[in-house]
């Protein structure tokens, strides 16, 4: 099992960036998918996840600015990060999950300078 997160970068306060998350070795239509960061310092948390069935949720900091999406053709997931601040600086890392079982993406560092 894959998951390769890519997109990341360096942006300036209020821009934009796309992460996605390539997923090979599982079916992707059955997992769900999830985005996931880190902070320097702080703990890992959930940004964003969607469903297998396409039912997305969002943490309440990324509301009306984060889309997450995922196109099953492509067996890809997205992330669409709007309105960037310096406190979204961090690693993004993707997740499928089905039942019990997890499966994570190596991170791609998210740089927002103010």
């Known amino acids: 099992v894959q998951l390769q997160a890519y997109g990341g970068g360096l942006v300036q306060a209020g821009g934009s960036l796309r992460l996605s998350c390539v997923v090979s070795?599982?079916?992707?239509?059955?997992?769900?998918m999830a985005w996931y960061r880190q902070a320097p310092g702080k703990q890992r948390e959930l940004v964003a996840d969607i469903t297998s069935g396409g039912m997305p949720k969002y943490q309440d900091s990324v509301k009306g600015r984060f889309t997450i999406s995922r196109d099953k053709a492509k067996n890809t997931a997205y992330l669409q990060m709007n309105s960037l601040k310096a406190e979204d600086t961090a690693i993004y890392y993707c997740?499928?999950?089905?039942?019990?079982?997890?499966?994570w993406g190596q991170g791609t560092q998210v740089t927002v300078s103010s």
């Open positions: 997740k499928a999950k089905r039942g019990g079982f997890e499966y």
């Open positions: 070795g599982i079916v992707f239509g059955n997992h769900a």
